[in-house]
């Protein structure tokens, strides 16, 4: 039985050996932690998440990433099992306790029989690998990205991506402080207070984005100086520059919100908190990735009402990410144009996002099955989720810059919407929504479910 070597035990490259091994196939897992570590991971654990606890919405009708989710569970992914498994209140989002959630993955990689886990790094893949899955993710190393580099004489592609600061709730003053989500929706717990929140008035805000923009701030390698941020992780000092309204209407925008200490003055900004861990020890403070030296950090997150004698579990911090030019390298199949032994799974091809990286490791792995088991390939419906993110990154447009990108409504093939043109236009978005979604999961589970990949 010919072996599959999967480099990187992330997110993709768990799928990835999971679907493989749960068809039947062999597979050597490379993991270069802890022997070798990156900027960003604390801990050995296989599909360690590093910047967020969120999966983003799991609202199936409304929202792409939704849809996305759902069509990993059809898919029966070992990632989105054990994320609901492990997932804590977070309104209308699938959040999950990152260290029970990395715990249980890698348990249940270490005891599959047809996985076998080898930490060691991976520099470059042998002449004698015939069937090869480069999984590496954002935080490639820099041995194996120079490799790729040399062998196939295409430029990678960089950008920075921040972490938010994680606080001890039991720290959070809440007599300052209260929890609600906005406009009170109802999260899958059923609850409407997944979110705690810190209010500013105008005078509060506008010293907190002030002292953002004065902060001293990482300093760059030469080497990073040109390399661009990702549009929806910027860093909280990056908005700020932008405009001084820009983080009210951002990730501080008091709308749907109401101060239960102060009924009669509506807050002018919020800064919003969501649980980190199942046991609600652990918050993170929603959408303050950031890049401001540590020192600098502790004085002005203090500043937010409610934060005043905060203690910090996590400072927030920057690290490169990595993707290739998947347009330019990659068939539709995921495998190198020139080198069919090899397919590539996850961020490093250029989605971005957990969830994402996730869809692109399960298919990776069906489709490294298919090859080894000499099944026929259909293409995945343009109408589905996974389908519109595999055109994305295996388009042959020419595309001239190739960008990161999130699941979204726009990549979707459109939908015929002439029988509701006349309705208001809130209703008709939320009902091309409902369409999208209700056509997405239909074809989805049509093509899932055929003999094609081997699930009957």
């Not at 109401?258 to 959408?287: S, T």
């Not at 055109?391 to 999130?406: G, S």
Request: glycine share 6%.
């Amino acid at each position: 039985m010919p072996i599959v070597h999967i480099i990187g035990g992330g997110l993709a490259g768990c799928e990835a050996a999971w679907q493989l091994a749960n068809r039947g196939n062999n597979v050597n897992l490379y993991e270069m932690r802890p022997k070798i570590t990156t900027a960003a991971h604390k801990t050995s654990n296989l599909a360690e998440l590093v910047c967020s606890n969120s999966f983003r919405s799991d609202e199936v009708k409304a929202n792409a990433v939704g849809i996305l989710h759902e069509e990993l569970r059809i898919s029966k992914s070992l990632i989105m099992s054990i994320a609901d498994k492990f997932k804590v209140p977070a309104g209308s989002a699938l959040a999950v306790d990152r260290e029970l959630f990395s715990n249980e993955i890698t348990k249940c990689i270490t005891a599959h029989q047809n996985i076998k886990i080898i930490n060691k790094e991976v520099t470059s893949v042998p002449d004698d690998w015939e069937n090869v899955i480069v999984a590496t993710g954002p935080l490639t190393s820099e041995n194996l990205s120079n490799y790729m580099l040399n062998k196939h004489n295409k430029d990678s592609l960089y950008f920075f991506d921040a972490i938010a600061p994680i606080v001890y709730k039991e720290s959070i003053d809440m007599s300052i402080a209260w929890e609600q989500s906005r406009y009170d929706k109802i999260g899958p717990t059923g609850s409407t207070n997944d979110y705690i929140n810190c209010p500013m008035n105008m005078e509060q805000y506008n010293k907190f984005v002030n002292d953002l923009i004065d902060a001293d701030s990482t300093i760059f390698h030469e080497w990073e100086l040109e390399t661009p941020y990702f549009d929806s992780c910027l860093p909280i000092e990056v908005i700020a520059k932008s405009g001084i309204e820009t983080l009210r209407h951002g990730p501080m925008k008091p709308f749907g919100l109401n101060n239960i200490h102060n009924a009669k003055e509506e807050p002018y900004a919020v800064v919003q908190l969501r649980q980190d861990d199942m046991a609600g020890v652990l918050y993170n403070m929603v959408g303050f990735q950031t890049k401001i030296k540590y020192s600098n950090q502790t004085d002005i997150f203090s500043q937010i009402p409610g934060l005043e004698n905060v203690k910090f579990a996590r400072l927030g911090g920057i690290h490169r990410n990595t993707y290739i030019n998947s347009p330019a390298l990659l068939n539709y199949n995921l495998s190198l144009i020139g080198d069919e032994r090899i397919k590539f799974a996850g961020q490093i091809t250029g989605v971005e996002g957990y969830v994402e990286s996730t869809a692109i490791g399960l298919m990776a792995g069906i489709f490294m099955s298919n090859k080894l088991n000499h099944k026929i390939e259909n293409e995945i419906p343009s109408t589905t989720a996974i389908g519109s993110l595999l055109r994305y990154i295996t388009r042959k447009d020419e595309v001239k810059n190739f960008q990161p990108m999130n699941i979204n409504f726009g990549l979707f093939e459109t939908v015929d919407i002439k029988n509701i043109r006349k309705l208001p236009k809130k209703i008709r978005d939320k009902k091309k929504k409902e369409m999208l979604s209700e056509r997405a999961l239909h074809d989805y589970k049509n093509w899932f479910n055929g003999t094609l990949y081997g699930m009957n």
